[in-house]
């Protein structure tokens, strides 16, 4: 059974796959908030999100899943993993998926200087691993960042820290390129999706291009949809969406 | 770049694939509760998760992640795409990737209609689409449950309402052999990571089979980094974690 690893048709628009690194998300120990973050942060810029993966900190389930994700999306995005203890690999494993080595990048060598300095802690070897980028990578730069996170082909290597990655995302920015907004609209309908079924079936074959999503609730003696529409085309989006708020 | 797709060494311990199915997901319009549930659950039974994937409802997409995680893991879990709408694409999208037709199965016809006869609602056509399983496939069996959900082969197929979820997880506990317990021990050390990390390095090389991680915090002016061990065996995971507790 070989996987399908072909580039997935992105009708024009830049899309992405998303790749959180960490045994502690695995075990269930830590809950993922960045993968949130990030799927909202693409949304906004147009840039559909198609996959995510978690692996645990081992070096083959890292490259395997950088080399499938980084063929198949325009963008791949990855959070963990780098900080200066034994269990941060990434940069390491990122090195080996695109066959360079890795050594100190001059400006995070800086970067770290002066972030040592300002902390009063030592410029120690384990605190400089963290200037090692893969030969041919490119730091995410900006003035807020403190730690560097880097860029090489289209893969952005980010931090695990909310905190620190939300820091790094917002410099992504202006380093990808972003795509058609996808609108959405949506409305609550307090009836069973058995009774929606069949009209909302219906409504999705007249709009192929607007993607019509059922999200059944159930809550304090109240049950129902939400029906979320999602599309590019504005018009075909309120065409469909009249119909859908007629079923209420 | 052909995916590795080798079954995962699993040192004679059951290992676990997790698929989340789900276009809102990805949108980050809802984020998802059920991955934690599952990895605490598979964790206190003794079963690896070792990957996740998260796709939208494309048939390809979810035929692709089933394959490549079937073959490599003990286990498969699902969630997501089971119910009575058009989006709900899981179980045809199963029996494709099995090879095998789709039919109502006779014990979930029975199960549905006992449910749709209590709710006083129609067993319309849509709703009764809730009935159908791969062939070779046996529902999910608890009287807790109400709706069907499945397993073929090795992948368990379950809804991802985390409240039906969570009742077919308990279900599912009976149908899967656990394997030995990680048993697992952690300090939180208010130190820099960069000073832990030669002393951390240490101890990790002294015992391989003990998994040290470091999560670094950062909370009211205050930094360090929680160390979690795991292991399997308690002698070696207690003289490590002694090491451990000495850099306090």
Do not use: W
Not at 7 to 17: H, I, L, S, V
Not at 90 to 110: L, M, R, W, Y
Request: proline share 5%; net charge negative; glycine share 8%.
């Amino acid at each position: 059974m070989p996987e399908q690893n072909l580039p997935k048709n992105n009708k024009n628009n830049p899309n992405a796959g998303l790749l959180l690194i960490g045994d502690e998300l695995l075990s269930g120990r830590t809950q993922d908030v960045n993968f949130p973050s990030i799927a909202r942060f693409l949304t906004e810029r147009g840039v559909d999100l198609c996959e995510v993966r978690v692996v645990s900190d081992d070096e083959s389930d890292i490259v395997a899943a950088v080399n499938a994700l980084r063929a198949r999306y325009t963008y791949v995005f990855t959070t963990g993993g780098i900080g200066p203890t034994h269990d941060d690999i990434t940069a390491d494993a990122i090195a080996k998926a695109f066959g360079v080595e890795i050594e100190q990048h001059p400006q995070a060598v800086k970067m770290l200087h002066k972030l040592f300095e300002a902390n009063g802690v030592e410029a120690n070897e384990a605190r400089m691993r963290m200037a090692r980028v893969p030969v041919g990578g490119e730091l995410i730069d900006s003035d807020k960042i403190k730690v560097p996170g880097f860029h090489i082909g289209n893969v952005f290597v980010m931090a695990g820290v909310p905190k620190i990655m939300n820091l790094m995302l917002e410099a992504v920015s202006d380093m990808i390129e972003g795509g058609a907004v996808v609108l959405s609209k949506s409305v609550r309908i307090e009836k069973g999706e058995g009774d929606l079924a069949v009209p909302l079936a219906q409504i999705q074959d007249q709009f192929p291009n607007v993607s019509i999503g059922s999200y059944p609730f159930h809550e304090k003696g109240c049950y129902g949809a939400n029906i979320v529409l999602r599309g590019r085309n504005e018009d075909d989006l309120a065409r469909a969406f009249k119909q859908v708020e007629a079923l209420v």
